[in-house]
């Protein structure tokens, strides 16, 4: 005869995936919502990223092909890092698509055809307003004394920068067609 669990209640549940901190609870519940925005963000923007690069054409398709892989390998890179700063303060972070979709900032793009300059200006602004959501959560951090979390999304500002830097680089100049 087997034996049937009882689900644990959810107190329960949140203390088994507790992490010891030493940031107060209310700081860490701030920072970790901004996080997991951001991760959500981030996975979001790396599909559209790789949806652009699968679906480039045009003169400079290898240029644009090969800039928007290197650019998806980066923003995904970033993920884990950031998920798995939300655990080291004590809080989870997401748990299926459902969850990135409804905390995702950056706007899918279904369409059946997007010329490639489309292609590099939605991804400029979308690299844009990740800078400026890294920024408010940078912000928030600091006011909450978590050195840890703002020292990481530094970095990912800067890169960030850097993305949005080659994509308006190579959209300058570019006609509407990508010629």
């Known amino acids: 005869m087997s034996k049937t669990r009882t689900p644990a209640s959810a107190d329960t549940q949140r203390s088994a995936l507790d992490t010891p901190t030493d940031l107060e609870k209310q700081s860490t519940l701030k920072i970790a919502e901004e996080i997991n925005k951001l991760v959500a963000d981030a996975l979001a923007l790396y599909l559209k990223t790789k949806n652009f690069h699968w679906h480039m054409s045009g003169p400079h398709f290898r240029d644009y092909h090969l800039l928007l892989d290197e650019q998806a390998t980066q923003i995904y890179a970033s993920v884990d890092p950031l998920a798995e700063r939300v655990r080291k303060?004590?809080?989870?972070?997401?748990?299926?698509?459902?969850?990135?979709?409804?905390?995702?900032?950056?706007?899918?793009?279904?369409?059946?055809?997007?010329a490639p300059y489309d292609m590099l200006c939605e991804l400029l602004e979308d690299n844009k307003g990740m800078a400026e959501a890294?920024?408010?959560?940078?912000?928030l951090c600091e006011d909450n004394e978590d050195i840890a979390t703002a020292s990481l999304?530094?970095?990912?500002?800067?890169?960030?920068?850097?993305r949005t830097w080659f994509l308006f680089e190579a959209a300058r100049g570019a006609s509407p067609d990508g010629h």
């Open 89 to 114: 303060l004590g809080q989870p972070t997401l748990r299926s698509i459902g969850h990135i979709s409804q905390l995702a900032r950056i706007k899918d793009n279904n369409a059946d055809f997007v």
């Open 134 to 139: 890294m920024r408010g959560a940078h912000k």
């Open 153 to 162: 999304l530094e970095v990912y500002v800067d890169e960030t920068e850097k």
